[in-house]
């Protein structure tokens, strides 16, 4: 016992000089008056964590325990790769230089740069520029961007076996980077966004997300998987009914993003809600012909989301164009208040559907029935708020700038110009604009990743495909020799 306390004087004189962060887990010198880094304590803190995570999850569906966490651990190879390498810093978070009226080019390629799905994909050498053989290939590009300006990695990509970025990547040069051969390939592809004139930010990202669709794996006959689709791509529900004979006729169309209007005063303040989105719009007989009734007649038609996508991205219309001449079109200048989060629920196929029913049995429905098992837990409806585009001055001379998220703290782009930002700055700005992330990933436990059964299927095609062509070889030397017997 007297060991033991010993021990405890000793650990209660330590820390009585030191606090911690309970959020981050970092300790804090008293004596020091600053942070000190400890590996040991880095480490404790986020396997605690994560072994109190995997004990109960907000988003749980099964009744199987989260699949628990398995660090990685470096065979023989990778660790003599890991003794040779030569640590590099990474970089701090890097401006775009404006290469003449690109503005609206920059603030987009900063929201993929703060898209957490598109920066995992591209850094973990999904799509590699070196190997691809595809012409003006945008997702070379990105991956290019990506490298270059991404301040994410704890570590240099050059110790990753197979992959191809060099540490001068990685370099303390914190210099505005000019993404130059984007644009060239942008010019060249869509002509439309050619030259330079002003253009608008939200073409350009749905130009975007075309030509790297176009260029990434990932596409099937029956539907498509790839980086694009698995990040901004859901399903909007339209339900039409006819008010003379009741039929509903559903209909589901693709989507990548969600536009709102700004109707009414363009001086009064707006809020970023989808209740007007997905509230019920009169039909007139004109617009509409049943066919269960077989003429026209009066409907009601209302909007739902049937399928969520893993980003969100709000456009505001702040730009109306109420003729063919664009010098007639003007900008609508009113605030809009969007939130840090949304639960995106109540405006759910699934969950208006279950009002429907439930007013229909006299039943006063909650704000958005959860939880329920047919509905899931409520967890998978949050999203954060990590990227905004905004736009200040007129529609014919205005300047888009971004503000986005790096880990908890926020930043504001202006081209090459980075400063360091709140969320009540972002929140009170002129959006254009906004992204938002699930908080919490859909994922199946205990299952292996599709781009891992992708990878090992390509290896063993590939192993095949050197066995036919040795067999080939082998063929060819067994005539040869017959042929001189």
């Known amino acids: 016992m007297g060991i033991l306390s010993n021990i405890f004087k000793i650990l209660v004189t330590i820390f009585v000089r030191c606090g911690a962060d309970v959020k981050t887990g970092y300790v804090f010198c008293i004596e020091c008056d600053d942070f000190v880094y400890d590996n040991t304590f880095s480490r404790l803190y986020k396997l605690i964590t994560l072994a109190e995570e995997e004990k109960e999850t907000a988003f749980q569906v099964s009744k199987r325990l989260r699949e628990p966490f398995s660090p990685w651990s470096p065979n023989a190879q990778e660790r003599a790769i890991l003794d040779g390498a030569i640590a590099a810093p990474c970089q701090g978070r890097r401006g775009l230089l404006n290469l003449g009226q690109t503005c609206f080019m920059n603030v987009i390629l900063q929201s993929f740069i703060a898209n957490p799905l598109l920066r995992n994909y591209y850094l973990s050498d999904k799509h590699n520029s070196r190997l691809c053989k595809l012409k003006d290939c945008t997702s070379c590009e990105m991956d290019k961007l990506l490298a270059e300006v991404n301040p994410s990695l704890p570590f240099p990509l050059s110790i990753i076996p197979n992959t191809h970025t060099t540490p001068q990547v990685y370099s303390e040069n914190s210099a505005p980077y000019g993404p130059i051969q984007l644009l060239a390939k942008t010019w060249r592809t869509s002509s439309e966004l050619s030259g330079y004139a002003q253009q608008d930010a939200h073409e350009f990202f749905i130009t975007a997300l075309n030509h790297i669709h176009a260029t990434s794996r990932g596409s099937t006959s029956l539907q498509c998987i790839c980086i694009i689709h698995s990040t901004f791509a859901g399903l909007l529900q339209s339900d039409v009914k006819c008010e003379r004979c009741g039929k509903v006729a559903e209909k589901t169309d693709p989507m990548l993003d969600i536009s709102l209007e700004l109707k009414g005063d363009s001086n009064s303040e707006h809020d970023l809600t989808l209740a007007s989105y997905t509230h019920p719009e009169k039909l007139g007989p004109n617009e509409y ?133 709140t969320l009540s700055a972002c929140l009170n700005s002129q959006a254009y604009m906004c992204f938002y992330v699930k908080r919490h990933l859909d994922y199946k436990p205990y299952v292996t990743p599709s781009y891992v059964v992708t990878r090992e299927q390509e290896a063993v095609k590939e192993k095949e495909r050197e066995r036919e062509k040795e067999a080939a070889r082998m063929k060819e030397v067994e005539d040869e020799l017959l042929a001189v017997i």
């Not at 009113?334 to 759910?348: D, E, G, K, L």
């Not at 001379?397 to 930043?411: I, Q, V």
């Open 289 to 421: 012909s049943c066919e269960k009734c077989g003429k026209a007649s009066h409907a009601s038609k209302r909007l739902s989301i049937r399928k969520l996508p893993s980003v969100l991205s709000f456009q505001f219309k702040r730009f109306e164009h109420k003729s063919v001449d664009r010098s007639a079109a003007r900008k609508i200048e009113a605030p809009v208040r969007f939130p840090a989060s949304i639960n995106m629920a109540p405006f759910t196929t699934l969950v208006m559907h279950k009002q429907e029913l439930l007013k229909e049995n006299g039943t006063a429905p909650s704000a958005t029935l959860i939880p329920d098992k047919a509905l899931g837990p409520e967890a998978l409806y949050d999203y954060d708020l990590f990227a905004v585009v905004c736009h200040e001055g007129q529609i014919d001379n205005g300047h888009y700038t971004c503000f986005a998220r790096s880990h908890d703290e926020w930043y504001r782009y202006d081209d090459d110009k980075v400063t360091h930002s």
